[in-house]
């Protein structure tokens, strides 16, 4: 297979609380998988890149050689793309999975997209958090995170954004 799309999108009720992440892959030949993956607690941000790693290796388990994935999380985007540091510790270790696997593509993009582009990943995340219930598997990294002993949540971290 070769190169796809992708569409994702995270969120939580409370933040951190209850979360959800929502993924669209649009496969070769115009074949579409929608995906929810129920993330118990967690932060928006934390949710946004649960679901990029679960899409990336959705995509690695179909052996796709490119993709170009959509997301109306800019400051993912950004850390992603290198444009923000990533400064806060709940997330360097997902960024680092995430860049490990984006670079396991031969092709790999992430483009910013407006909210409202971005509806279907949307509707699947809530779908998620309403059901609580998952159509692919939780990224073992965001379930480990989620399990260290004393952990109750996940901290809330703002003003992350820094252009280098």
Do not use: K
């Not at 999108?9 to 649009?26: Q, T, Y």
């Not at 607690?41 to 388990?61: D, G, I, M, Q, W």
């Not at 999975?97 to 031969?106: D, E, K, M, N, T």
């Amino acid at each position: 297979m070769s190169s796809v799309l992708a569409w994702i999108d995270g969120g939580s009720r409370g933040n951190p609380g209850e979360a959800g992440a929502g993924i669209v892959l649009e496969l070769a030949g115009g074949q579409r998988e929608r995906h929810s993956l129920y993330l118990d607690r967690a932060t928006s941000n934390e949710a946004e890149y649960a679901a990029l790693l679960a899409a990336l290796e959705r995509l690695a388990t179909l052996g796709v050689a490119g993709v170009s994935i959509f997301s109306d999380s800019e400051l993912l985007v950004h850390q992603m793309n290198g444009v923000y540091r990533v400064r806060a510790g709940n997330l360097r270790p997902l960024w680092g999975a995430a860049q490990q696997l984006a670079g396991s593509f031969r092709l790999f993009s992430i483009r910013h997209i407006p909210r409202q582009a971005n509806a279907e990943a949307d509707r699947l995340a809530n779908q998620a958090m309403d059901s609580r219930r998952s159509t692919l598997p939780v990224p073992r990294l965001v379930q480990a995170l989620n399990r260290r002993p004393g952990r109750r949540h996940w901290p809330l971290v703002l003003g992350e954004e820094e252009v280098p």
